[in-house]
């Protein structure tokens, strides 16, 4: 997509070359195809021309430049711009002690997962949570609430019977700072924005527990609604974040720029996936290459500099263009993909790979495979690991059963180490660009290996060459 | 027949009369000129009908109004209306229900799309014609989803099948089956978890709940639904072609209409994909289901004339 864009805007600005000022002749053109994008975006039309009336100002009168394309140029402008817009505001939550978060929007958004997430998250930064069921509509609701509260063992208050909203959050108020807990988090009901009666439930709400911080959850593929609900609960309920969710799909996201433009409310965490881990920071940077659909590459990139010893890394990239890779090298290496976090993860912050990563199978089953490959390992001596050509048929059966495995699977796991080998040697100086590691993958399909079985693999042909990724 | 036309119309009258609020200064107004097609598009726009069908209507109405610069607002609607009436040709899906054993209808889609109140809504509307339904808990991974539909069949009195939490889902299908079959049920509605269409476990374990019941009757499930947020932009395309890819899909639900979002999403699914749309969800109460009609959701877009 962002090859599209960027091709799209190309053509549409290759007259321009000799050119020396950009116009707003000369980019009618492309700035059409810069609104079609936001808006296949989801970017809520007003918002759309608004924002290419302005990047048309930053534009107008600029000299064309000679190190890049014209197109080139336009989409770092939008970009910087888009990303500008995106971060105005602090992604920080209120310092308070105790903080009183209470949480709204549409149903199905994801309220209650992310009390959750966001407890538990807060927890690691010393507070004590205390969750409060305030959703006394959907059924089970306050179940849900109780079950994730287990997992994450914070308290919950609920009161069931009642459908006086505003009283049981006002008591579970009372019981929680009893509790001394300092964290207090309100899982509402999810109600449309044109519920008069159910809005002025949130108000009372609001008014009765005086919340520090009020978060909108949104579902990140919403569309162009986004605008009347982000406004409709702002002036309900003065908003004081937004927590966009489900970024773990493929959705662009444009709503969050739409919302961002129309309340001025800054968008502070987002949504990667159905586990109470899967929350982080927003981060606009990220969030402006999506919507222009660039993928993640930037997130990709930090998160592997983090996880990643360098020099371990450097290392066995080298000992595998060598052709020397071993067990050893690949028990390292599922360390590393585990510290980078799950493996579809990864694979969908890759502009185009997220459709792979889901082809592929990539992501729980991969990991439980690579646990599996790694119980194997563990079971092999250490002279074992280092010269797996000692694996004879005795060894092999007594590392299947001192691993809890089949024999099958030692064997596969042996055979996909030796596949592994023959194709780095072929990768020598290659691997470094996407298409080299599409091709090699297909490769790998074609020559029989389990996609499922990819846990050595990710590792392999990724990880080390991470650094060297070129879009 | 009457009440569901009704209810119909409630339901996305405020949808009707959004557009109309947008369009309708439009249709209103006595004669066309360049900005109020630009309006147009913008309500168009508005109502995530998505970029191709947005511009194919405005394509046409400023082809019309090239030949007639008398066009009217009224002329407008009517050309939009035949511009989406042409587009959902054939999108109509119903439910052939079929003679001795139970008829499957599964329901999934991605997470928090209401697939559970569906269920739900199904189990009640087939039992209020008549039928004798039985539903199946097949989500065993949310937080609560078990008591979630637990509690909706206890409300409603219909037959449920429910495993344990963190059992697996296709064994709990297999399960539901075999007492549906047993109990005399005449429609099985399997409630699956959310599952986003990127994930691809997750939709392994769609093939195999398939698979299952497959033991029991090769045509099962009879009906595969995806369940779709109508509030959702563009994405809903995405899913429903990832679903019918990976999963295989035999038509579409749209919920949540009866907030102010119309739902355009189903007329570029349609559009690219052609799975037929079986109903609309309108609200949180088991009545709020309505079999969808091309012609019932045209007028109430465009806001043809109420009592028609
Ligand atoms: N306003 C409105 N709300 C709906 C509609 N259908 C479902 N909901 C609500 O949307 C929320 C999610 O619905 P569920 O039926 O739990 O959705 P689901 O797809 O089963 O969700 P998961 O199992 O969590 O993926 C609930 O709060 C429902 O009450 C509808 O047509 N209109
Ligand atoms: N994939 C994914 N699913 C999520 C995320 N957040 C919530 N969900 C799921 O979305 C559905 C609705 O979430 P829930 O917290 O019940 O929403 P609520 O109705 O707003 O309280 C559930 O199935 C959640 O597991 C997310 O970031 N990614
Ligand atoms: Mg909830
Ligand atoms: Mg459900």
């Known amino acids: ?471 | 027949m009457l009440s569901i036309f009704k209810k119909f119309k409630d339901g996305l009258a405020k949808s009707a009369k959004s557009i109309a609020e947008k369009t309708g200064g439009i249709f209103g107004r006595k004669k066309l000129d360049a900005s109020t097609i630009e309006e147009l598009e913008e309500a168009l726009f508005a109502s995530d009908f998505g970029y191709e069908t947005t511009e194919e209507i405005v394509e046409e109405t400023q082809k019309a109004y090239k030949k007639d610069k008398d066009l009217r607002g009224k002329d407008v609607a009517a050309i939009g209306s035949s511009v989406l009436k042409r587009v959902l040709e054939g999108s109509e899906g119903r439910i052939q229900f079929v003679e001795g054993s139970p008829t499957v209808i599964c329901l999934i889609g991605v997470n928090g799309s209401g697939k559970t109140t569906t269920t739900a809504k199904l189990g009640y509307q087939y039992k209020q014609d008549g039928r004798n339904p039985m539903v199946a808990a097949c989500d065993t991974f949310r937080a609560a989803a078990i008591e979630q539909l637990k509690e909706w069949s206890s409300r409603l009195g219909l037959d449920i099948i429910a495993g344990q939490h963190g059992a697996d889902s296709a064994a709990v299908a297999f399960d539901a089956y075999q007492a549906a079959k047993a109990r005399g049920h005449d429609t099985l509605i399997i409630d699956t978890a959310g599952r986003l269409h990127t994930k691809s476990n997750l939709m392994d374990e769609l093939a195999k709940i398939r698979r299952v019941l497959q033991k029991h009757d090769e045509a099962a499930p009879h009906y595969s639904l995806l369940v779709v947020d109508g509030s959702l932009g563009s994405n809903s395309i995405e899913q429903a072609r990832v679903f019918n890819e990976k999963f295989g899909l035999d038509g579409l639900v749209v919920t949540k209409l009866d907030g102010t979002s119309r739902g355009g999403a189903l007329v570029g699914i349609y559009r690219e994909l052609k799975l037929p749309i079986f109903f609309l969800g309108f609200g949180e109460k088991p009545e709020d289901l309505q079999e969808y009609r091309v012609d019932n959701y045209v007028d109430a877009i465009f806001g043809a004339d109420e009592e028609e």
């Open chain 1, 1 to 471: 997509m962002f090859e599209s864009l960027t091709d799209k805007l190309t053509n549409a600005m290759r007259h321009l070359r000799g050119t020396a000022k950009l116009s707003e002749e000369n980019m009618a053109e492309a700035l059409k195809e810069v609104r079609a994008a936001l808006l296949s975006a989801d970017v809520h039309f007003k918002v759309a021309r608004a924002f290419i009336e302005r990047v048309k100002e930053k534009c107008v009168g600029q000299d064309v430049l000679k190190t890049v394309t014209p197109g080139q140029q336009i989409i770092k402008i939008i970009n910087d711009e888009l990303t500008a817009l995106l971060g105005e505001g602090s992604t920080e939550l209120s310092k308070k002690k105790p903080l009183k978060i209470m949480m709204v929007g549409l149903q199905g958004g994801g309220k209650t997962t992310t009390s959750a997430k966001l407890a538990k998250a807060l927890k690691k930064d010393g507070y004590k949570p205390h969750l409060v069921a305030c959703d006394v509509y959907r059924p089970a609701a306050i179940d849900q609430l109780e079950t994730v509260a287990r997992q994450i063992d914070v308290p919950c208050f609920a009161k069931r019977g009642t459908p006086d909203v505003p009283a049981i959050g006002e008591e579970g108020l009372r019981v929680a700072t009893a509790s001394g807990d300092d964290l207090i988090i309100f899982d509402t009901a999810g109600r449309l924005q044109i519920d008069e009666q159910l809005i002025d439930e949130i108000k009372e709400l609001k008014r009765r527990v005086n919340p520090d911080e009020v978060l909108l959850v949104v579902d990140g593929a919403i569309g162009q609604e986004a605008v009347n609900v982000a406004k409709t609960f702002n002036e309900a309920v003065q908003l004081t974040g937004i927590v966009m969710t489900k970024l773990d799909g493929d959705a662009r996201g444009g709503a969050a720029l739409s919302m961002k433009e129309i309340t001025e409310v800054p968008i502070k965490f987002a949504g990667t996936g159905e586990k109470l881990d899967d929350f982080d920071v927003f981060h606009p940077d990220r969030m402006a290459s999506r919507i222009l659909g660039m993928g993640d590459v930037v997130s990709l990139v930090e998160k592997a500099q983090e996880s990643i010893d360098e020099k371990d890394a450097a290392n066995m990239a080298e000992r595998m263009m060598a052709g020397d890779f071993n067990f050893e090298d690949m028990l390292k290496q599922f360390s590393q993909i585990k510290k980078l976090g799950s493996m579809s993860s990864i694979m969908g912050m890759l502009p185009g790979m997220g459709k792979m990563a889901g082809n592929m199978g990539m992501d729980d089953k991969a990991e439980k495979q690579m646990k599996r490959s790694e119980a194997i390992i563990l079971s092999m001596t250490k002279v074992e690991r280092q010269k797996p050509q000692l694996l004879n048929s005795s060894r092999r059966t007594r590392i299947a059963r001192g691993s809890g495995t089949k024999l099958a699977e030692v064997n596969q796991l042996i055979k996909q180490h030796m596949q592994m080998k023959k194709m780095m040697k072929k990768m020598q100086g290659g691997g470094k660009k996407m298409g080299n590691m599409k091709k090699m993958m297909k490769q790998m399909k074609a020559s029989g290996m389990d996609p499922n079985q990819m846990g050595g693999m990710g590792g392999g042909a990724g990880m080390p060459n991470l650094d060297n990724l070129k879009f």
